[in-house]
C-alpha cells in the first residue's frame, strides 16, 4: 500500500481536483492524505482571530465569503444535480456550524474545531466526486485514528490500532481518502499537527501501516538546494537521506513539515516528493541511503532567540550545563543549537513561551543576554570528518555578513548559523552563489 498526500494548490481549485483524479485512479492500493484547500486555513486562523477578538460582525463576514469561495468550488466541481444538492447540503452544515461559534464563548477549543473544517471540507468534496464519476473510495475519518500524546506527539500505539481497524471494515475497496493535519489530542478534544502538518499526517499513516512509500505532492518539483520564496535559480535535489531531509525540513524548508521525517525513517519508507503541475518531474526521493559528499542544500528558520549565559562559576565546573538545562526542560523548551566556551553558553530557542521564566531562572546562578528576531541558516551536505575545504567554502562565502554564532560537529549533515533575521535574504544568496 502507498501514501499520497496532497497538499493546499493540488487541491485549490475544481479544476485542480479534476486533475488529481488522474494521479489517483490506478488499480494500485492507496490511502491518500488531503490538505485544506489553499488559503482555507488561513481564512479558518482569520475567522478565529475575529472570533478571540469578539468582531462579531467581521466574522460573519469573514464565515459568508469563505462560504461564496466553497460555493463557487462546487458549481464547478460536479456535473450531476445530484451531487451538486449532496454538496450544497454538506456546505450549509459545515458553515452553519462555523456561524455556531459567533453565538458563545470562545477558547482555544473551539479554535481548534475551526481549522479543522478545511480538511474536512476538501476530503468530502473530493470524495463527492469521485462517486459522481464512479470512482469507488473510502472517506476515512481521521479523527477516528490519528491521536496526539499529552507531549503532542504522535499516539503511534493507538494510530496503529485503530486506522488497522477502520481500514479492516473494508476488505475489498483499494481508495481510501483522509484527512491531513486534524487529529484528537489525549483528551479526545479535536486538535491539529501544526500548520502544514498533513505532511506529517503523511508519514504517521505511512508508518501506521508499514507503507511501501510515502509520496509528497506539492507545487514544486521536490525538495531545492535553497528557499525558492527567496533565491532564484534554485535546483531541485535528486537524492536526501533521512536525516538531511530532516534537518532541511526542521530548520525551514517549507516544503516538509518540520518533523514529518522521523515516522518514515522509523520504518525505513521512501518518502517521494512529486510535483502535481509537473507530475513526470523526478522530484526528491529520501531513503536511508547518504549519497555523494558534497553540500547540498541550504534552508532557513526566522523568528529565533539566542540566549547567552555566562558564570565565573563555570569555569572547571562540572554540572553546571545540568543546571542549565534542566530549566528549559521544566519549561517544556527545546534548544536548537548551542555552543559553549569556557565561561559562556550561547543556545537558541524558537519557543519564546516561556522566556520570562526561563531567564528569570538562569538570573540565579548566571548572567544572562538575550537576543531576538534571528534567523537560523542551516546548511545540509554529507561532511564526515575526513573530508576538507567545507568550511572554508561555507565561511568564504560568508565573508561579507556578521555571524552571531556557529554549530559544526552535532551531526555529519548540518552546518549552522546564526545571522539577524535581517541579514537572511544576503546570507542566502550569498551561499546559493559560493556553494553551488
Ligand atoms: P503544500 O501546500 O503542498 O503542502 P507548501 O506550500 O507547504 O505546499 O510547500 C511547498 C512550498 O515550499 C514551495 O512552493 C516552495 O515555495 C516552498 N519551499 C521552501 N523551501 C523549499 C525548498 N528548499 N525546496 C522546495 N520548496 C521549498
Ligand atoms: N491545512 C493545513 C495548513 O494550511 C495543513 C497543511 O496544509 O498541511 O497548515
Ligand atoms: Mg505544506
Known sequence: MKVLKFGGTSVGSAERMHALVHLISDVSPKIVVLSAMSGTTNNLVEIANALYAKKNELAKKLIDDLNTKYTGVI?????????????????????????????????????RAILAQGELLSTALFHYYLEEIGIDSVLLPALNFMRITVNEEPDMKYIE???????????????????????????????????????????????AIRADEIQIWTD???MHNNDPRIVDKTLPIAELSFDEAAELAYFGAKILH?????????????VRLLNTMQPEAKGTVITQKVSGDSIKAVAAKDGISAIKIKSGRMLLAYGFLRSVFEIFERYKTPIDMITTSEVAVSLTIDNTQNLDAI????????????????TIVCIVGNFTAEKEGYALKIFESLKNIPIRMIS??????????????KLKKDTLVALNKGLF
Not at 531567564?359 to 534571528?374: G, P, R, W
Open 408 to 421: 559544526y560537529g552535532g551531526s555529519e549533515h548540518n552546518v549552522s548559523i546564526l545571522v539577524d533575521t
Open 220 to 222: 514544486i518539483d521536490g
Open 258 to 270: 518540520p518533523t514529518c521525517i522521523l515516522p518514515a525513517q522509523m520504518c525505513n519508507i521512501p
Open 359 to 374: 531567564k528569570k531562572e538562569l538570573q540565579e546562578f548566571c548572567s544572562v543576554e538575550i537576543d531576538t528576531d534571528l
Open 75 to 111: 458549481s464547478q466541481l460536479y456535473k450531476t444535480e445530484k451531487v451538486l444538492n449532496k454538496s450544497k447540503e454538506l456546505l450549509v452544515s459545515h458553515f452553519n456550524y462555523l456561524h455556531s461559534f459567533r453565538m458563545d464563548m470562545f477558547t482555544a477549543n473551539e479554535e
Open 161 to 207: 490500532l485503530n486506522l488497522t481497524a477502520e481500514l479492516a471494515k473494508y476488505p475489498n475497496n483499494k481508495l481510501f481518502i483522509t484527512q491531513g493535519y486534524i487529529c484528537r489530542n489525549a483528551f479526545g478534544e479535536i486538535d491539529n499537527l501544526k500548520r502544514g502538518g498533513s505532511d506529517y499526517t503523511a508519514t504517521i499513516v505511512g508508518a
